[in-house]
């Protein structure tokens, strides 16, 4: 199981940062992805880092602002949102594919992913 927090209610230009901590299997044997979904809208890929934090990889729209990073002994991902957008308004998701030390070919192909917890929603006010 995974399980999204640190979401909240933020101004634009703010910052938060999101957890993602695993239960029942180490985290540091899976890649992770950010995903988010917008109201009306489908699910996007935010970010993704490697089993090892070797290979990170971000969506344009959020390249230079978000940082994803790990720490394996605490079984965590963790997504750092600095200078926060109102189109960054979303339920923001964070998963696993299904094989270990496994990138899908394309990174932000939601449907590789198989391990997905519960969102934690962002808001971010004009």
């Known amino acids: 199981q995974l399980q999204a927090s640190g979401g909240g209610l933020v101004q634009a230009g703010g910052s938060l940062r999101l957890s993602c901590a695993a239960s029942?299997?180490?985290?540091?044997?899976?890649?992770i992805g950010w995903f988010r979904q917008a109201p009306g809208k489908g699910r996007e890929g935010v970010s993704c880092?490697?089993?090892?934090?070797?290979?990170?990889y971000y969506a344009d729209s959020v390249k230079g602002r978000f940082t994803i990073s790990r720490d394996n002994a605490k079984n965590t991902v963790y997504l750092q949102m600095d200078s926060l957008k109102p189109e960054d308004t979303a339920v923001y998701y964070c998963?696993?594919?299904?094989?270990?030390?496994?990138?899908?070919?394309?990174?932000?192909?939601?449907?590789?992913?198989?391990?997905w917890g519960q969102g934690t929603q962002v808001t971010v006010s004009s």
């Open positions: 998963a696993a594919p299904q094989e270990r030390h496994w990138i899908p070919h394309s990174w932000s192909a939601w449907r590789e992913y198989k391990i």
């Open positions: 029942g299997f180490d985290l540091d044997y899976y890649a």
């Open positions: 880092i490697s089993s090892r934090g070797t290979r990170t």
